[in-house]
Each structure stands twice: as structure tokens, then as C-alpha cells.
């Protein structure tokens, strides 16, 4: 486990208040970054997904990359010129993971990637990441908490 000196919790009413805080973490996101979702099935990882990629200027649309576990994003016109978008839930172990490059990605210093269901992958995250976590409240309301 990481230790965390900050975190920052926020309460979203719908996916369209998910998307936005996504993106508004996307503005905290440099080169290089590494940022690990958890949260259960239909919590809304992928939907924050959508906002972080809009953040960072992604114009492809964001769908879960749930068979190839990865989906790669070109980004024009910043210092960050890839987003990763890495979705693990199928994953059964991890040398399955390691088949797909995933050193390569984690070490791309004009990357961000994002993990959903990073807990699959526990022993070959850095040390240096950040993480979101989110809980469900009720049907359209989620407890998203942001560790620095
Ligand atoms: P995950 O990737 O964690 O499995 P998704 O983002 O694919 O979850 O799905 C989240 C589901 O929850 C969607 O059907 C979405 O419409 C619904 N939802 C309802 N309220 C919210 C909210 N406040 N934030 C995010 N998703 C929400
Ligand atoms: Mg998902």
C-alpha cells in the first residue's frame, strides 16, 4: 500500500458530474503520470475515464478496452502525447500483462495511463502513482476520492 498524504473527496449526482471531475483531475496530470482506479463493476471507472481523456484532449471516444485490455490514444498539441487506457477486469494473471508491453507503457515518460481494476496488476504498479477510488452510494450518486 502507498502512502497517502492528501486526499480530497467529492460526491457526483450523475455521470455528466463524473465526467466533469475527471477532467478537472485531468488538469493535475503530468508526462508520465500512472493513475490506478478501483472501485466496483458499474461504479463509474470508465466513466470518469471519459472525463480524464477530455482533459487531456483526447478525441477519440473512450470505450472500455475489456478484450485487448488496453486501448492507446494519440493527443496533439501537448506534452502528454499518449493516453493509455488499460482495463484489467478479464485479466487472470499477471504474466497475461506482461504479453502486452506493459513495461513499455508504464515507463512511456510522454504517457498517462490509467488503470481500471489496477488491484489485478498490484505487484507490477510503481511505487509513484496516483490513485481514485469510487464507492456507490446509491443509483446515481458515487463517492469519488482522489489521493495525491
Ligand atoms: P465501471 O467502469 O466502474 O464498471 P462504468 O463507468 O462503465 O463503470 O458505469 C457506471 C454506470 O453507473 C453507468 O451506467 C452510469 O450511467 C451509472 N451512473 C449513475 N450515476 C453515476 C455517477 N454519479 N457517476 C458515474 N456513473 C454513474
Ligand atoms: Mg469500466
Known sequence: MQDHNSKAKIITNSDEETIDAGEKFAMTLQAGDIVCLYGDLGAGKTTITKGVARGLGVKDRIISPTFSLVR???????????????????????????????????????????????????????????????????????EITIFN
Open 72 to 142: 492507446q490514444h494519440e493527443i496533439d498539441n501537448k506534452l502528454i502525447k499518449t493516453f493509455y487506457h488499460l482495463d484489467l477486469y478479464r485479466l487472470e494473471n499477471e504474466d497475461e500483462i506482461k504479453s502486452i508491453g506493459i513495461e513499455e507503457i508504464l515507463s512511456d515518460p510522454q504517457g498517462v495511463v490509467l488503470i481500471e481494476w489496477a488491484e489485478k496488476m498490484n505487484n507490477l504498479l510503481p511505487k509513484k502513482r496516483r490513485e481514485i477510488r469510487i464507492e456507490n452510494i446509491d443509483e446515481n450518486r458515487r
